[in-house]
């Protein structure tokens, strides 16, 4: 039984990317951001009225995770209060083609 478990185990190890593990090593030992702690920074820059360090986190969490309909939405937020309507009505369809549930950019685009 121990040998079945020790062997399925192996089994799955051996199917891990070696990539991801050294990336999350390299994360880890670097503590560079995920794209959730990036989003989260992006709110507070965004509440504290530095509206370019909140575009330029969203943005960046955005590359982490390319579908992340809130960033896209609280992007468009930023741009929309800084006189940026073109650019944030694109972030807002984006949000909606990410998620198309998010209710939040659908009223928000108008």
Known sequence: MEYTNARSSLKTISTVDPLIVV??????QMKLPDAKSL???GN???REGDLDGAIES????????????EAYCNLANAQKQKGEIDTAIESYKQAINCDPSL????????
């Not at 209710?103 to 108008?110: D, I």
Request: avoid cysteine.
């Open 23 to 28: 990336y999350n090593s390299l994360r880890l």
């Open 39 to 41: 989003y989260d920074r």
């Open 44 to 46: 507070s820059q965004k």
């Open 58 to 69: 969203y943005e960046r969490a955005i590359n982490i995770h390319p579908d992340y309909a």
């Open 103 to 110: 209710f939040v950019a659908f009223y928000n685009l108008g």
